[in-house]
């Protein structure tokens, strides 16, 4: 059983195994461990409003757990919300609950904002300050390590969980025709061009120096025998980086960035939505609602021609 579960929980709990069967039916669909992780604390959360069966579930104990985190942002209730629903669902199709209370559950509406990317500036700044990209030979191997992560969520436009679950067999490094295969939510896949390259200079020489042939490509240990680094590490010390480096950028803003640079940069909708892997063309739409370069240029000179 889930250790987390049973520390939290107790194996007598009713809803105990109800949960780990739930969690390991995810894992099998291949849902993402940030995702699982997720699930999981928003679950146990739950659990302090109903301790009976899990037949018993009625909209009391969701409406209770919704009230009680009804100061939370509007995104995040909303994903509280969906992993109880998610719950719900699958224990109907299990025949473990007979009605979906969800079902008399208003959804919880996200206003719409704007992403807000990094300054291009201010990324290069708290990547040179955990090292340059043609590093000395004595910068350690984790310093390096991070070097590449970070720069990889940046050049790629990636989300932070699926870099730090890249396998080496995900890279394509082939002279002149680098990719990268990106795993990410819902199982999809997409190839990344990797067309930055001092980037792929700096990749290549932090894998000739950690030496790995194959397993992951971020690994949370330096010298290999530990797994991938998890998304909380990968936070934590980017939050570290950043405040060394007297900048404010939450990690996430690094794949806004990204977008931001290619749609000023002319690149189609379209291209942009599939690097991403946007559902739609109405999320990477956002971008355009950005201060836009191209435009301001063509404006600007539209306008000096009129003066002339």
């Excluded at 509406?109 to 004595?138: E, F, H, N, W």
């Excluded at 990749?203 to 680094?229: E, T, V």
């Amino acid at each position: 059983m889930d250790p987390v579960i049973v520390e939290q929980l107790g194996r007598e709990h009713p809803l105990s195994v109800h949960l780990d069967d739930f969690l390991t039916d995810q894992k099998t669909a291949g849902a993402s461990q940030h995702t699982v992780r997720a699930y999981r604390g928003d679950l146990l959360q739950f659990t302090a409003h109903h301790d009976g069966e899990v037949g018993e579930i009625t909209t009391a104990p969701i409406r209770a757990f919704l009230a009680e985190i009804a100061e939370l942002s509007a995104a995040t209730r909303k994903r509280k919300r969906a992993a109880v629903s998610s719950f719900c669902r699958w224990a109907v199709r299990q025949d473990r609950l007979d009605i979906n209370p969800m079902d008399k559950i208003d959804t919880i509406k996200v206003p719409r904002t704007l992403p807000r990317p990094a300054k291009a500036v201010d990324v290069a700044k708290v990547l040179g300050s955990i090292c340059s990209r043609r590093p000395r030979k004595d910068v350690p191997l984790d310093r390096l390590r991070d070097r590449v992560l970070f720069e990889t969520i940046y050049v790629c436009g990636a989300r932070a969980a699926e870099v730090c679950g890249l396998d080496l067999d995900d890279f394509d490094l082939r002279q002149d025709d680098e990719h990268v295969r990106i795993h990410g939510k819902g199982g999809a896949v997409r190839t990344v061009l990797l067309d930055d390259r001092g980037y792929v200079a700096l990749l290549k020489l932090y894998l000739a120096r950690a030496g790995y042939r194959h397993g992951p490509a971020f690994r949370a240990s330096i010298n290999g025998s530990g797994g991938s680094l998890s998304y909380d590490a990968a936070h934590h010390r980017w939050e570290n980086y950043c405040h060394a480096a007297g900048v404010e950028i939450d990690i996430h803003q690094l794949r806004h960035a990204h977008a931001t640079e290619l749609i000023n940069a002319g690149v189609s909708i379209e291209a942009v939505r599939r690097r991403l892997s946007h559902a739609s063309t109405e999320t990477t739409q956002l971008y355009t609602l950005l201060a836009d370069e191209v435009a301001d240029a063509e404006i600007r000179a539209a306008r000096r021609r009129d003066r002339h």
